[in-house]
């Protein structure tokens, strides 16, 4: 690197001798200028004209090296030194800056994405051992002191300490954790020492995942790209091939014309026909977009995805667990007068009944029961997705869950209007009281909707398996354009299909769930996003991107990196074709001059590469 | 089976394009990526060919960039 600055200064400082010596103060001879021409050309060009060399002999023609070193021996056989020289010479300081540009947007992602934990303390007894984490066993014993990163996924046994999660949400304020609470691998423990139960192996912790993920991310080409690399592989070739005909057409048929003048033109053909500019540009901002985006909490799949992010209109939300918090909280207890059972009973059966369900309704009633179950009591146990549950406890059947359960069994019940979820509960067929459950709206879920409609999401609707009149008062309070309830899980991916059928040609829909139960769903829409992702494999699987907090209005955050990456690309592609064609134009009718041509190539590579950059930048968005 | 090379000094994109090409192109390939800013080179093919087509996807490789190492990952 330290070498080719000095190379280029050097043969800049020799070039600029010549140029001021013999066209500006007039006062050296032309052989001395045509000498320094020649050392600079010699100090900059050399390696370049060998690897064009090297490379026609290996059947390689319309390469880089071979045009530009044509264009400068060309220049100077026809007795243009100066600008022979500066062809190399600006191309050497392009160049320079374009690895310049690659190796800084490299490492900063790799800065972003150093996450990467070294060791992890295993205890042994009495005793703690240094290891690999990737020798480290689910269930081992780890020791995390203060200042650590957490090298794999666990929970925590003893000890509490406040956790620096930025690295995997951009999250800045710490999480607290006590024994009991799982932590993941990648964050970095602040105050207090834990000890932890490892709960994954290295290569399925948070840890390696993101890394994967990330790493493989810009594999998947967006259409931009691929339009520039198809575009690049027939533009090289077409303006050679015009150049060659403007070096000897003209002379032979127009009167007058001097070859000189006409070879002359055809050399920044030549130097325009570089093709480096346009292809580094575009995969250049899409990396930085996507290395932006995770240092955000976003981790995007593929250039792809950020570029179909770009164009959504539409946003499908889950209801649970992606607008609202998924925490249910028991609001209300009303046991039948006529069974005669206590809201300590009702909820106890319940709470049996549901047991063996991962339900979020379920958990929370569990929670709320709050003693251990004795699984000997529950001798039958079937979940009846959509409906509830349908259990034998103490030998009594047990049916908790909605008003469909309720029909469809048969059991006449008083239907309660109240706001949230009703858990019905019948004992052996008949009917003894309902549990009121509500779901409350995330804080962060108004600003989401907001800041969607802001980045101009048209339409955003939301899916549920509740009740109309729950979901109708969330939609309302959130200001969401549609709202479809009480569908059964399938039901869910039946409604998002017909969505995708409306939406208009050009546009995209999205879907946003928080994982549990929507990995078709997640595959099936246009860009699939698994909110708080890490949680679920299924969900990392099948989304498209993964946000790794559950804050919906990150989705807005990703929507607003997309748009400003597609943005970047896109100027790059039209500044750098509009300037080549232009000063193609320009110098096929002889307007302008080999400098044009040196700026059309080099000057459009650094202004492009310069914008890329940009797109890395994303703290604001 | 899917295999990853890293190339070291991969300095070109539009070569990191035309080797792309190329070895999609090469017989038992099923999808071949060169990525330009990780530098890396994912190859799928079948499994019977994968050792002519990794000599292959050298050959092609050395030819457009003739400093890139191939190593794999």
């Known amino acids: 690197m330290k070498n080719r600055i000095y190379r280029i200064v ?29 050392t600079s050309y010699v100090i900059i060009g050399r390696d370049i004209f060998l690897k064009a060399v090297r490379n026609i002999k290996n059947g390689n023609v319309f390469d880089e090296n071979f045009l530009m070193s044509i264009a400068a021996i060309g220049a100077f056989i026809i007795g243009e030194y100066a600008e022979g020289a500066a062809v190399m010479l600006f191309y050497q300081t392009g160049e320079f800056f374009q690895d310049y540009a690659v190796d800084k947007s490299r490492k900063s992602i790799a800065d972003l994405m150093d996450i990467r934990p070294e060791f992890a303390n295993v205890k042994a007894g009495s005793e703690l051992i240094e290891k690999d984490p990737e020798d480290v066993m689910p269930g081992d014993i780890i020791l995390i002191k203060a200042g650590e990163r957490v090298p794999l996924d666990g929970r925590v046994l003893e000890g509490s300490s406040l956790l620096d999660t930025s690295s995997l949400t951009g999250e800045s304020v710490p999480r607290e954790v006590q024994p009991g609470s799982e932590i993941l691998s990648g964050c970095i423990n602040l105050t207090g020492t834990l000890t932890v139960e490892v709960t994954r192996e290295y290569g399925e912790s948070t840890v390696s995942r993101i890394l994967d993920l990330v790493e493989n991310a810009t594999d998947k080409k967006s259409g931009s790209e691929r339009f520039i690399t198809r575009f690049a592989r027939y533009y090289t070739p077409v303006v050679v091939i015009i150049a060659v005909f403007l070096a000897l057409i003209p002379p032979l048929v127009i009167k007058g014309a001097a070859f000189s003048d006409w070879f002359y033109r055809s050399l920044s053909f030549l130097v325009v026909a570089c093709p480096c500019a346009l292809v580094i540009s575009v995969p250049l901002s899409f990396f930085g977009g996507i290395g932006g985006a995770s240092s955000r909490g976003v981790l995007v799949k593929g250039g792809n995805y950020l570029e179909a992010l770009a164009q959504v209109d539409g946003i499908v939300f889950d209801k649970t667990g992606t607008l609202t918090k998924g925490v249910f909280k028991i609001q209300d207890i009303q046991p039948t007068q006529h069974q005669g059972r206590t809201k300590e009973e009702i909820l106890e059966l319940s709470a049996y009944a549901e047991h063996f369900s991962n339900h979020p309704i379920s958990l929370s009633l569990k929670e709320e029961y709050g003693r251990e179950i004795d699984a000997s009591r529950i001798s039958e146990m079937e979940e009846l997705p959509g409906h509830g549950v349908r259990a034998v406890v103490d030998g009594k059947v047990i049916l908790a869950g909605n008003d469909k359960l309720m029909a469809e069994n048969n059991i006449y019940y008083p239907p309660a209007d109240a706001a949230g979820t009703l858990v019905y509960v019948a004992v052996d067929g008949e009917y003894a009281g309902f549990i009121r459950i509500d779901d409350e709206i995330k804080e962060d879920s108004y600003k989401a909707i907001k800041d969607l409609k802001k980045v101009g999401i048209r339409k955003a609707v939301m899916l549920t398996g509740d009740r109309k009149s729950a979901a109708e008062k969330v939609s309302r309070e959130l200001g969401l354009d549609q709202v479809f309830a009480e569908l ?31 990995a078709p769903a997640l595959t099936r829409a246009d860009v699939g996003i698994a909110m708080g992702g890490l949680g679920s494999d299924a969900a990392i699987e099948a989304a498209d991107i993964v946000l790794m907090t559950d804050e919906p209005s990150k989705i807005a955050t990703a929507v607003r990196i997309a748009k400003k990456t597609l943005r970047i690309a896109w100027q790059n592609i039209y500044l750098a074709i509009s300037i080549k064609v232009l000063v193609l134009l320009l110098s096929a009718f002889g307007i302008t001059s080999l400098w044009a041509a040196i700026f059309a190539d080099v000057g459009v590579t650094i202004i492009a590469v310069l914008n890329s950059l940009r797109a890395l ?5 | ?64 960039e003739p400093d890139v190492v191939m190593k794999k990952a």
């Open chain 1, 617 to 621: 930048y994303v703290k604001n968005l």
């Open chain 2, 1 to 64: 089976m899917t295999e990853k090379f890293r190339l070291k000094g991969l300095g070109c994109a539009a070569c990191a394009a035309k080797m792309e090409d190329a070895i999609c192109k090469l017989d038992g390939v099923k999808s071949a990526t060169v990525n330009f800013m990780t530098a890396k080179l994912t190859i799928e093919g079948e499994d019977e060919k994968m050792p002519a087509i990794i000599q292959e996807a050298e050959r092609i490789i050395k030819k457009l």
């Open chain 1, 488 to 518: 059964l899980p399938d039901g869910k991916l039946e409604k998002l299909e017909e969505l995708l059928k409306e939406s208009p040609p050009k546009s995209r829909l999205a879907f946003a769930g928080d994982g549990i139960n929507d």
């Open chain 1, 10 to 38: 050097l043969a800049a400082a020799v070039w600029l001798a010549g140029i001021i010596g013999n066209s500006i103060i007039k006062i050296m001879p032309d052989w001395m200028s045509f000498l320094l021409y020649l």
